[in-house]
């Protein structure tokens, strides 16, 4: 099985900055996509960033310009630096990977999920 560690959320005041971390591990013979997702209450959940084995990336329109997704093949990580942050980027914050286990198996696995809080 493939486990995805999350660390980094907080409360920070608006305009500040937070960095978020995942870190895949288990049977793991390579991730595609890895991607930061968000959900906050009474919301569904929506896509932040995405980042392919190539390290091209892709951004919601709300964090263009704002955050910047990074990852490390050779250590399954995949970071989300996010600065400027506003109210409105409050939310449970959740890593997501689409992984191929070592022995074929193509599965995607999410985190536990990550707490930021954008407030004054």
């Known amino acids: 099985q493939v486990q995805l560690l999350e660390s980094g959320g907080g409360l920070v005041q608006p305009g500040e900055s937070l960095r978020l971390s995942c870190a895949a591990s288990?049977?793991?013979?390579?991730?595609?996509?890895m991607g930061w997702y968000r959900q906050a209450p009474g919301k569904e959940r929506e896509l932040v960033a995405t980042?392919?084995?190539?390290?091209?990336?892709n951004y919601a329109d709300s964090v263009k310009g704002r955050f910047t997704i990074s990852r490390d093949n050779d250590k399954n990580t995949v970071d989300l630096e996010m600065n400027s942050l506003k109210p409105d980027d409050s939310a449970v914050y959740y890593c997501?990977?689409?992984?191929?286990?070592?022995?074929?198996?193509?599965?995607?696995?999410w985190g536990q999920g990550t707490q930021v809080t954008v407030s004054s």
């Open positions: 997501n990977a689409d992984v191929v286990m070592r022995w074929g198996m193509r599965r995607a696995y």
């Open positions: 288990g049977s793991i013979r390579r991730i595609n996509t």
């Open positions: 980042t392919a084995s190539d390290s091209s990336t």
